[in-house]
């Protein structure tokens, strides 16, 4: 079992940036695929960007494109997300989420075994 925890969520104004951390209780998780996850206010949860175990290969949603990039830290165990040039539409809680299953990242969220708590993002006009 590894735990996720989840961090660096706040309010921004539009046009700002965060960063977000999502550290991993275990060693184990270096060789998982990750990603991150968002649930926007009323909607469902949305995939976001996602890495390989290695950090070679990621992929994105369309609407972060350009602007977040997520990357990671194994000897530190920990995930990042940089998001810039955010926009209200960005607001929302950001789950990190671990694949055991797989070293390639994927863009479906039912292919993540592990989550963190969530981390609330708020971006104002």
């Known amino acids: 079992q590894v735990q996720l925890v989840d961090s660096g969520g706040g309010l921004v104004q539009a046009g700002g940036s965060l960063r977000l951390s999502c550290a991993a209780s275990?060693?184990?998780?270096?060789?998982?695929?990750m990603a991150w996850v968002r649930q926007p206010p009323g909607k469902d949860r949305e995939f976001v960007a996602a890495?390989?175990?290695?950090?070679?290969?990621?992929r994105y949603s369309d609407s972060v494109k350009g602007r977040f990039t997520i990357s990671r830290d194994n000897a530190k165990n920990t995930m990042y997300l940089q998001m810039n040039t955010l926009k209200p539409e960005d607001t929302a809680v950001y789950y990190c989420?671990?694949?055991?299953?797989?070293?390639?990242?994927?863009?479906?969220?039912?292919?993540?075994?592990?989550w963190g708590q969530g981390t609330q993002v708020t971006v104002s006009s």
């Open positions: 989420a671990a694949d055991r299953t797989s070293s390639n990242p994927s863009g479906r969220e039912i292919s993540y075994d592990y």
């Open positions: 275990r060693r184990t998780a270096r060789s998982y695929a």
């Open positions: 890495i390989s175990s290695r950090g070679g290969g990621t």
